[in-house]
């Protein structure tokens, strides 16, 4: 067992808080060199540059008749990658088709012989009560109860 004795209350003095100096403010740094992005649309009206007409959305013919056959190209690919999705899924479907009907095929079976030995038993048990029915009365002594004379 843990040996609990009383003790003496405890008290923490307060750190002093740390003096920190002033830090004094960084001024902007300008690029020494170009970089390549300097080049790409768009960033000129964040750098306070005024945009060239290309700039503004009017592309040249030839841009624009690229940009078209591009987005028609891309709607192209989408639409064939639909057709490919929608034949996966009829396989996966006449697949699953398939598999649920060799299992509803296979039940029909076992229920079948289920059935035919049933009437199996049926018909023989009502053979060899009839069989008995035949029997004549001397019959009878020979034989222990329960077991019929076949023919």
Do not use: C, F, N
Request: aromatic share 2%; net charge positive; hydrophobic share 40%.
């Amino acid at each position: 067992m843990i040996p609990t004795s009383p003790t003496s209350p405890v008290s923490w003095t307060a750190a002093a808080a740390p003096a920190v100096a002033p830090v004094p403010a960084v001024m902007a740094v300008a690029p020494a060199a170009a970089a390549a992005r300097d080049a790409q649309a768009g960033l000129e009206q964040r750098r306070g540059q005024p945009r060239t007409a290309a700039g503004k959305g009017l592309a040249e013919p030839a841009t624009q008749a690229a940009t078209e056959q591009a987005r028609s190209e891309r709607a192209r690919e989408h639409a064939e990658r639909q057709r490919e999705i929608e034949q996966a899924r009829r396989e996966t479907v006449e697949e699953l088709r398939l598999a649920l009907r060799k299992a509803w095929d296979a039940s029909a079976a076992v229920v079948e012989q289920a059935l035919a030995r049933d009437a199996e038993t049926r018909s023989a048990a009502q053979t060899a009560r009839a069989l008995d029915a035949y029997a004549g009365p001397g019959d009878a002594t020979d034989k222990p109860p329960g077991i019929s004379r076949r023919v």
